[in-house]
């Protein structure tokens, strides 16, 4: 699936959305909370400014049962 993710200028996801989906509406929805939740970016920056962005993000699942 793919994310895009709105990074304000502190490097905080403050918008995510679904840009290309995993096929399953409660992963995609596990992903997006758990990015605006717990991920930090590295700011866009601009002269020397960090910037609010848009990023997209790859995020790949890994689901196995031991």
Same mark, same amino acid.
């Given at each position: 699936?793919?994310? %895009?993710? /709105?990074?304000?200028?502190?490097? %905080?996801?403050? $918008?995510? /959305?679904?840009?290309?989906?995993?096929?399953?509406?409660? /992963? @995609?929805?596990?992903?997006?909370?758990?990015?605006?939740?717990?991920?930090?970016?590295?700011?866009?920056?601009? @002269?020397?400014?960090?910037? $609010?962005?848009?990023?997209?993000?790859?995020?790949?699942?890994? /689901?196995?049962?031991?």
């Amino acid at each position: 699936m793919t994310l %895009k993710v /709105l990074v304000d200028p502190s490097g %905080k996801p403050v $918008e995510v /959305l679904i840009a290309r989906s995993s096929g399953s509406r409660p /992963l @995609d929805d596990a992903a997006r909370a758990h990015v605006l939740a717990a991920w930090r970016f590295r700011p866009a920056m601009r @002269d020397g400014r960090a910037i $609010e962005a848009w990023a997209m993000v790859p995020v790949r699942f890994d /689901l196995h049962r031991d």
